[in-house]
Every structure is written in C-alpha cells, then in structure tokens.
C-alpha cells in the first residue's frame, strides 16, 4: 500500500514540475484587450476588452499550450489579424500579434523577447479566434 502511495506521490510532483517547466509564463492575466486588424496593418472596429475570468482562463490555457520557439523572427507576409494586449495583476504587459490563419497554424508573436507560438490543435485554434472575434 506505502509503494502505491508513494508512486503516485512521486507522479503527482512530475506532473507538476513537468506543467510549470511547459508553462509560456501566461499566468495571473487581470484582463485581455484586442484589436482587429486588416492585411494592411490598419485597425478594424473597437478595441474589444475582455475581463471575464472563465475566459481568461480558456485564453490563459491555450497559449501555454502553444508550441513555443524562443528568440525567433519571422517575416510574415502581411500583418497580424489581430493585436493582443495583455494586462497582468502586477501592472505589466504584453503584446502579442496574432495570425489566425498560417498554414495549418494559429501563430502568434511576443514582441516583448522576440517569442514565437504556434498552435496547430484544430479545436484550440477556433477556440482562441472565437474568443478574439
């Protein structure tokens, strides 16, 4: 009995480092701002904020699922179909481009150290561009 208690003690720490280590560092968001954009760069409608904590929380949990490339640049060839403020508890904030629709990806752009994400789950994917329309 002590060896399965013990297993499953040794498991559950795994999981748990293995989550903190895979986290983007998407965590404690107070609120997300976004605006739309056309191919040209120019904004499209009103900034749409969103305070919703279950949503947040969706939107917290896809982008820390994102496959993740760190100090990468890409030249895209038109503009981001979205640009993504995000506001956390302690006042800071990032800014994320957001391409809906790149091959068979959603990517995205930190501009803050030059990240990269990729997202090619399908559900994950419409999920995270119903919540920014």
């Known amino acids: 009995m002590k060896k399965w208690l013990f297993t499953f003690l040794v ?10 280590i895979v986290s ?3 965590s404690d968001i ?13 904004e499209i409608g009103k900034e749409k904020i969103i305070e919703d904590k279950s949503t947040i ?7 820390n699922r994102a ?3 760190r100090n990468t640049k890409y030249e ?14 302690d006042k800071s904030k990032d800014v994320l481009g957001v391409w809906k ?12 150290n030059s990240d ?4 090619k789950n399908d559900n994950r994917r419409k999920e995270l561009i119903k919540i920014l329309n």
């Open 67 to 69: 496959n993740h490339k």
């Open 116 to 119: 990269w994400y990729k997202i």
């Open 11 to 20: 498991l559950g720490i795994i999981f748990f480092l293995s989550y903190t």
């Open 76 to 89: 895209m060839a038109y503009h981001s179909d979205y640009e993504v403020t995000i506001f956390y508890k």
């Open 57 to 63: 929380k969706k939107v917290t949990r896809i982008l």
């Open 101 to 112: 629709k790149s091959g068979p990806y959603t990517q995205f752009f930190r501009q803050s």
């Open 30 to 42: 107070e609120k997300i701002a976004v605006q739309k954009h056309n191919i040209d760069g120019k």
């Open 24 to 26: 983007h560092g998407f």
